[in-house]
């Protein structure tokens, strides 16, 4: 049986945010009709009439199964060709950094990951679409690798033990060979298709109008596999979809600011095989990411905790200040100090509820995905 899988970033976040997403989300929606698909997965999907959109191109398009997660399960949206028999969505235990909420959305996010059981002529396939940490460059030094390990780990517990086969798609934010892509190909023992048929191709565009023209191409969108039982999910091919431009109101613009992939694949029915253990290398790099991402969180429980201080005892010094009556310069800066005691207080609380309740969860977070690791690497051995 021949099946025809695509993925993409719609970038459908509300005005300001977004540009032009009513106008793009229909073009999105008349695109699908010509590409004879019979799934696809979509990724921020963060209004609802984006999703009714996509979801009324998909009906005209013959994907008349959709499951919706909008804003309460990260945004993802996926389309069908065949039913979807069940949908289960979990979300991911590290999200990002409370501390930088202003500088990005990832702690508000509620990325998941969401995994459609399809039933398909050639019997179920399992058929997850994620979303994964930003990479955030400017905002840190290790581009939240450790955040992405987690991730990848909490879904490569889940499925490792999974017999059915299983296509996972969507936007990863990772580089090949980091640390959370070898936990989805090595240890999960996913085939990156692009990588196996020898057609890596970037899915984020300096071309694109939505994109600095002086930024880097990048891979950030994946289509992964991984056969299951007697049933092998061969990759056939995988091209760049969503990257052509069109006019809006007479401006250029593209379908959003990532390209998407289509994958064709066949499914085989095939003697029962065994998959090979993965490499401890794998598992070796994996951990070092975890140990950095502990020992970062560390680092940022002892700054939120300095600043903590500092905003409590400004907001106390500028309460003890105001207490002259007569007007001066002394008594209008000691007005000026109390004024400012709440501006003071309130990011010292906030600093001190992050440093001693949220990062000390993050903490935690990290270490229960090394005792995971451990877990996993056990499980080969045995």
């Known amino acids: 049986m021949q099946i025809r899988l695509a993925t993409l970033n719609v970038w459908a976040l509300p005005e300001p945010i977004g540009r032009d997403v009513s106008a793009r989300v229909d073009a999105i929606g008349r695109r699908i009709s010509s590409l004879d698909l019979d799934l696809i997965t979509f990724q921020e999907v963060w209004t609802r009439d984006a999703g009714r959109?996509?979801?009324?191109?998909?009906?005209?398009?013959?994907?008349?199964?959709?499951?919706?997660?909008?804003?309460?399960?990260?945004?993802?949206?996926?389309?069908?060709?065949?039913?979807?028999?069940?949908?289960?969505?979990?979300?991911?235990?590290?999200?990002?950094?409370?501390?930088?909420?202003?500088?990005?959305?990832?702690?508000?996010?509620?990325?998941?990951?969401?995994?459609?059981?399809?039933?398909?002529?050639?019997?179920?396939?399992?058929?997850?679409?994620?979303?994964?940490?930003?990479?955030?460059?400017?905002?840190?030094?290790?581009?939240?690798?450790?955040?992405?390990?987690?991730?990848?780990?909490?879904?490569?517990?889940?499925?490792?033990?999974?017999?059915?086969?299983?296509?996972?798609?969507?936007?990863?934010?990772?580089?090949?060979?980091?640390?959370?892509?070898?936990?989805?190909?090595?240890?999960?023992?996913?085939?990156?298709?692009?990588?196996a048929l020898g057609n890596r191709q970037n899915t984020t565009l300096h071309t694109n109008v939505y994109r600095h023209a002086s930024g880097t191409d990048r891979r950030k969108d994946y289509v992964f596999v991984r056969s299951g039982g007697n049933r092998n999910l061969v990759p056939r091919a995988v091209a760049r979809s969503f990257d052509g431009r069109f006019e809006i109101d007479g401006e250029p613009a593209n379908y959003s600011n990532h390209a998407g992939l289509i994958g064709d694949f066949e499914i085989q029915q095939v003697q029962r095989a065994t998959r090979p253990a993965p490499a401890e290398d794998a598992f070796d790099l994996a951990e070092r990411a975890l140990a950095e991402g502990e020992s970062l969180a560390v680092e940022r429980r002892s700054g939120n905790r300095r600043l903590s201080a500092a905003g409590i005892g400004f907001a106390a010094l500028a309460a003890l200040s105001a207490r002259p009556k007569r007007m001066s310069r002394r008594k209008l800066l000691r007005s000026a100090l109390s004024g400012a005691a709440v501006l003071g207080l309130t990011p010292g609380v906030g600093f001190s509820i992050v440093s001693e309740v949220l990062v000390p969860d993050d903490i935690r977070t990290f270490r229960n995905a090394a005792a995971e690791l451990a877990r996993l690497r056990g499980s080969f051995r045995v």
């Open 53 to 195: 959109r996509l979801c009324d191109a998909g009906r005209a398009a013959g994907l008349h199964y959709a499951w919706s997660g909008g804003v309460d399960a990260g945004g993802l949206l996926l389309l069908s060709r065949y039913p979807i028999d069940e949908v289960s969505f979990e979300r991911f235990a590290l999200q990002g950094e409370a501390e930088r909420v202003v500088m990005n959305l990832e702690y508000l996010s509620g990325k998941g990951f969401a995994t459609a059981r399809i039933a398909t002529p050639a019997g179920p396939l399992l058929v997850v679409n994620t979303h994964l940490h930003a990479r955030y460059s400017s905002a840190a030094k290790h581009r939240h690798t450790p955040h992405r390990t987690v991730q990848t780990i909490q879904m490569a517990a889940r499925f490792v033990g999974m017999d059915e086969p299983v296509a996972l798609l969507g936007d990863f934010n990772f580089r090949e060979g980091e640390p959370d892509y070898q936990v989805l190909t090595e240890i999960l023992g996913m085939a990156d298709v692009a990588a």
